[in-house]
């Protein structure tokens, strides 16, 4: 499997915004069709938006439009997740992952939002 | 509600063989894949493309694929495959990733 290491736990006021690291090794990152996920506490996974190889665009899922952005930086095999106007419902633990060409997640990120 | 329906739980045996299915319209034509999951822990990918096992993974974990529904086989189950069993796959239009609400595997 790919190896994605993450950044580390993050804890934000509500209304500021968080970028999430995902570090690619074994593969360079555009080898790779990155998706980001979420987790809430005791909650199932929720999928946040990810790179589409046939269209060779981002795809946001509609709850996040507008507030989410992926990036990548090819010359570190980075991908990046910016959360914005963050409420406190956006607690979870964030995971890069990908199935394409093989499969992997990263270990995860807790972000904490709160007052 | 989740697009990808599961059985919340599943008890067997040490030794026995668990059998998990996974229900949904979207796996008549896409690929599934699944994960385990334990508490605190990232997900780990046992099959992928309905039935491909990744490197490192024992060969007890087995998928099959049969119209709507996939099916993730433990044999020789052990105490430590207790964990969340989940299912993946993307909606019809090859983007949109999807999630079942996973299964509770018990050890007895």
């Known amino acids: 499997q790919v190896q994605l290491v993450q950044s580390g736990a993050e804890v934000k006021k509500p209304g500021a915004s968080v970028k999430v690291s995902c570090q690619v090794s074994?593969?360079?990152?555009?080898?790779?069709?990155m998706h980001w996920v979420r987790q809430a506490p005791g909650k199932g996974h929720e999928w946040m938006g990810g790179f589409d190889p046939e269209e060779g665009d981002t795809v946001y899922a509609e709850s996040f439009q507008g507030r989410v952005t992926m990036t990548v930086d090819t010359s570190t095999d980075t991908a990046y997740m910016t959360l914005s106007s963050l409420r406190p419902d956006d607690t979870a633990v964030y995971y890069c992952a990908t199935v394409f060409p093989v499969p992997g997640w990263g270990q995860g990120t807790l972000v904490t939002v709160s007052s | 509600s989740y697009d990808l329906t599961q059985t919340p739980s599943v008890s067997v045996s040490p030794g026995q063989t668990a059998t998990i299915t996974c229900f949904g319209d979207?796996?008549?034509?896409?690929?599934a894949y699944w994960f385990q999951q334990k508490p605190g822990q990232a997900p780990m990918v046992l099959i992928y493309?309905?039935?491909q096992r990744p490197s490192g993974i024992p060969e007890r974990f087995s998928g099959s694929s049969s119209g709507t529904t996939v099916t993730l086989t433990v044999s020789g189950v052990q105490a430590d495959d207790e964990a969340d069993y989940y299912c993946?796959?993307?909606?019809?239009?090859?983007?949109?990733?999807?999630f079942g609400g996973g299964t509770k595997l018990t050890v007895l």
């Open positions: 979207v796996l008549r034509k896409q690929y």
């Open positions: 074994t593969y360079t990152i555009n080898e790779l069709s």
């Open positions: 493309k309905d039935t």
């Open positions: 993946q796959s993307v909606t019809s239009s090859g983007t949109d990733w999807v």
